[in-house]
């Protein structure tokens, strides 16, 4: 069974630091790996999908690396700003597509 | 660009009552997914279709049932309705089956009272 692990738990940074979050998972059989946006209750907002066969993916200020062998992926947010700050989840998906979540980062980014 | 709706966005049941939530994936997407997300929790995987099949299941209790309809819209029948169910249910859905990436609804919140 695939678990999830997310640390830290919360992180708040000034604006304009670079900080990475971490999300480690127990099955290495991984089929891809996602990163979610939630502000508080909303809807989730895909940011990263990285497919096993893949490393990195980037899209803006954000990149996420995944490494199958140590089961963690990392999320990098550059130059963070106070709009950046919500909860964000990674998720790993199987063959069939069902997602396993983690527990979440709360970020919170003052000015 | 077109998203994922769900209907109805809020819901206030009593308990043993019955719900009925709707899905509308995106346009040309055939596979939707249902989570439930409860008050601090994570998302929970319930159910999932492709095609109009189910393709997998997760911790979906017996009083709920789903399916998915030849538009590819998804309904989750929830029936006998405890306490325990109040929370965020989420649909979602993707392009390619189990490769593409899912793409989530707004949600319905359900509370049961």
């Known amino acids: 069974k695939q678990e999830v692990t997310q640390i830290p738990a919360a992180l708040s940074v000034p604006e304009g630091e670079n900080l990475v979050l971490n999300c480690s998972f127990t099955d290495s059989a991984i089929y891809n790996l996602q990163w979610f946006r939630q502000d508080p209750g909303k809807g989730l907002t895909s940011l990263l999908l990285?497919?096993?066969?893949?490393r990195e993916q980037t899209s803006g200020r954000l990149n996420a690396s995944l490494d199958k062998s140590s089961g963690r992926s990392t999320l990098y947010i550059a130059a963070s700003q106070p709009g950046d700050s919500a909860t964000y989840l990674c998720a790993g998906g199987t063959s069939y597509g069902k997602l396993t979540f983690g527990q979440g980062t709360i970020l919170t980014v003052h000015p | 660009a077109a998203g994922v709706i769900q209907s109805p966005r809020h819901l206030i049941k009593e308990k043993r009552e019955t719900a009925t939530l709707k899905c509308y994936p995106i346009?040309?997407?055939?596979?939707v997914y249902w989570y439930q997300q409860g008050p601090g929790q994570d998302p929970q995987f319930l159910i999932s279709?492709?095609?109009?099949?189910?393709?997998d299941k997760g911790s979906i209790p017996d009083r709920f049932s789903a399916q998915q309809f030849s538009d590819y819209h998804s309904e989750l029948n929830m029936s006998s309705l405890e306490l325990g169910d109040s929370a965020l249910y989420f649909c979602?859905?993707?392009?390619?089956?189990?490769?593409?990436?899912?793409?989530f609804g707004p949600g319905t919140r359900l509370t049961v009272l």
């Open positions: 979602a859905s993707s392009f390619v089956h189990s490769t593409d990436t899912q793409y």
């Open positions: 990285i497919q096993s066969s893949q």
């Open positions: 346009p040309r997407h055939d596979t």
């Open positions: 279709f492709y095609e109009k099949m189910q393709s």
